[in-house]
Each structure stands twice: as structure tokens, then as C-alpha cells.
């Protein structure tokens, strides 16, 4: 076993990280916690039943292979690195993930032997349009790993403990309540952006709409009735929440079945 272990989120981001040539052993978050029921408590096994039937029902993995792709690499997490790696991005989708991460980690390990390091990019030089660490060589992610890498301290993991609580409760007016008076953000720097977007989620309009499901709508009303018009104006406006094919998928399908949108 390596002393230092880096938890990537997804498996797009691996190619690069692996052409970078970093020490370490890797683990890849494969979650989507930004949808779908949560609990409080992650790392109970009720909570990763929870996720595994919804998984299962709204993606079609079968729970064997949520729990080879997900559960299984979670043992790494007991193991005693001394330094452990978080690479997860700016959006709503990569910073729940990471709630999540640094929840167990407050929960499996002792804090104050593995140090905790966070890469968390919300820009890249010289790309303009950048999406994420998917997009990025070997050299770029060495970049990122020299240049943006922070410690996380005791109050970012208080923080975080914060944030998750209040996200899986799914109050709206308490989030922004929260959100407004945290005047430090730590090492959490793209926390508040994320939460803030995640809070136009949470709200609906007095046909029932939220934010997400208005976007697409109003993309839709524009002329454009495919997956493959919408999706890409979609993502044009809205990187912020980190949303794949599969979860803007479940938001059509809403406008579907109230016959708001008829995809051509």
C-alpha cells in the first residue's frame, strides 16, 4: 500500500490523472449525490441502500454493480494513508460529492493522522470555457496539483459538516439563511457558488417548476426540441451544477409527462 491515496470524482478525470504520474493509490468517487434521496448519517448502511435502490431504479446499475463500483473502493478509506487527496471540482454535483467524502473521512479515519488535501479548480489558465479536470493532460493535472492543492483544516471540515446538514434536510430558507451569515469559507472556496445554485433547485415557481426545469423550458420554447439542442445550451449557461445527460434526463422527463415539452 502506497502512504498516499487521491479519490478522484468520476472515472473522466483518471486518464489524466494517470498520465500525470502522481505516487498514490486511487480511489473513484462514483456518486451522484447532488440527486436523489440521502440521511444524515453516510456512513451507515442504510444510507448506501438508500442509494443503491435509487441508483439502480433511476440509472439501471444493478446493486452488485453499485456495490463493486462504489462500496468496495469505500475500504480504502479505512486503510492508514498519510495523505489523502481530494480532487473534486467547482460544480454543485463535484462539491456534494465531496461533502460526502469528507464526511466519511470525519467518520472513518483519525483526522489527525492522514493530512487532507483538497484540488479543486473553478478555472484553468488559457481555457476560457473550462469544464472540468476531464478535459485536462497529464501536465495540466501536475499543474493543478503544484499550484492549487490546500490543506483542509479542522473549521473546513466543520464546515463541510455544516453544509451537508443542511443540504440533506432540503430547506431552502435555512440554506440561505446559512449561506448569508457564513462570512469565512476556509479552504471551501467554491462551497458557497455551488450551494447558492443548489438553492434555485430547491425552489419552485407556482406551476411547480424549479430553476432547472424552467432553463430547459425556456431552451425548449426556444426552438430547440432534441436532447442533443438542448443539452449543450444548457450546459452553456449552467456548468455550475455539473449536470450529465442522465440527470438533465430526469428533469425533461418532467416536462414530458405534464406535456410542457414533446421532444422531437
Given at each position: ?92 454535483h463535484c462539491q456534494v460529492n465531496l ?166
Amino acid at each position: 500500500m502506497n502512504s498516499t491515496l487521491h479519490i478522484l470524482n468520476g472515472d473522466a478525470t483518471l486518464p489524466g490523472f494517470t498520465d500525470a504520474g502522481l505516487d498514490g493509490d486511487i480511489m473513484i468517487w462514483r456518486e451522484v449525490l447532488s440527486e436523489g434521496p440521502l440521511k444524515q448519517n453516510i456512513a451507515s448502511a442504510e444510507f448506501w441502500q438508500l442509494r443503491s435502490g435509487w441508483i439502480s431504479r433511476t440509472y439501471g446499475e444493478t446493486p452488485d454493480g453499485y456495490h463493486h463500483n462504489m462500496i468496495v473502493p469505500l475500504e480504502k478509506l479505512s486503510e492508514p494513508y498519510e495523505e489523502i487527496n481530494l480532487w473534486f471540482e467547482f460544480d454543485l454535483h463535484c462539491q456534494v460529492n465531496l461533502l460526502g467524502a469528507m464526511m466519511l473521512l470525519n467518520q472513518q479515519t483519525n483526522l489527525s493522522a492522514p493530512q487532507v488535501y483538497l484540488i479543486s479548480p473553478a478555472e484553468y489558465p488559457d481555457k476560457p470555457d473550462f469544464m472540468g479536470m476531464g478535459e485536462l493532460n497529464g501536465e495540466e493535472m501536475d499543474y493543478l496539483f503544484d499550484n492549487i492543492r490546500v490543506h483542509l483544516s479542522e473549521y473546513d471540515f466543520v464546515l463541510a459538516a455544516e453544509a451537508w446538514q443542511l443540504y440533506v434536510e432540503g430547506d431552502a430558507a435555512k440554506l440561505k439563511t446559512w449561506l448569508a451569515e457564513t462570512t469565512f469559507w476556509g479552504n471551501m472556496h467554491n462551497l458557497k457558488p455551488a450551494l447558492e445554485a443548489h438553492v434555485k433547485r430547491l425552489e419552485v415557481d407556482s406551476d411547480g417548476l424549479n430553476y432547472i426545469h424552467q432553463i430547459l423550458l425556456h431552451i425548449y420554447q426556444s426552438g430547440n426540441h432534441t436532447k442533443s439542442t438542448i443539452y449543450p445550451q444548457f450546459w452553456k449557461t449552467e456548468k455550475i451544477y455539473g449536470m450529465g445527460d442522465s440527470q438533465l434526463d430526469g428533469y425533461l422527463q418532467t416536462l414530458t409527462e405534464r406535456n410542457l415539452v414533446k421532444l422531437q
